[in-house]
């Protein structure tokens, strides 16, 4: 596509901004709108989940109002506060819809480098450094999962951890944690206890895992040490719309 060249600053980037004490140049709204452009091409958010953002996000209950409003208070208050949140729920309740909005707001509020990862694809995409004829190294796909001021970790336990994984895993986020990088976490599972049996009517996962057993006791520990945990419920909202008659 032919770019245009902008009117305001025709091209240079800065403008002269009048102010009490004589012109002062500062940056135009093109170059902001630039940099945003790049840091969400850079933030990998998978296609399906671009349009997601805190504006279209529904309230179809008291979680999801709970949650919407952690989630707008999270990004008003980074990084000053540098606590990361993880979203626990059922399938289909809006936690990869929120931890992406909290993305989009991130970059375009405050021009924050963020990363969408997901926990399966991190773990397949470490191991595959390891066969002889693999482009990438170990380090350059750990780069922006250390490396991004905001790493976002969906679907933490989707992929049954080896001790191997375990390793990894606790590794990337206690380096994160260790650097004051914050991390948001989607996550099917829950732990067991009280709010296990609370929300098992609410289409957990169907299986006797819980986050522990999934993510081990290290890992998880450190999770809640890092983290607000955000419980999302309801129902599957993929379900309503099929039934509504939108196709994916
Ligand atoms: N409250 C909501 N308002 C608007 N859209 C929603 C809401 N909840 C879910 N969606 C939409 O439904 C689809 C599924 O939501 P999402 O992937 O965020 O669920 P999830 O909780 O991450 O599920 P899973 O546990 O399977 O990963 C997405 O397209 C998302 O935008
Ligand atoms: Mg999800
Ligand atoms: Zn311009």
Redesign the pocket.
Known sequence: MAETTCSLCQGTEWVLEETDSGAVAKRCKCFHERENEILFDQAQIPK??K??TFK?????NDS?SDALKIAKKFVKNYPVQDIGLL?Q????????????AIIHELIKKKNIPCYFCDFRNLIRNIQSTYTPDSPLTESEVLEPVFQKEVLIL??LGAKRTTAWVEETVFYIINHRYNNKKVTVF?S?YIDSGEAEEDMRDQRFKRTDDSLVDRIGVRLRSRIYEMCKIVE?A?D???R??KQAGYR?
């Open positions: 399906r989940y349009h997601c279209n996000f529904e309230e179809h999801h979203f729920g059922p399938c289909g309740v809006g936690k990869t819809h929120l931890a992406v969906d679907e989607t099917n999302i309801g599957d909202y993929r309503k719309i994916f």
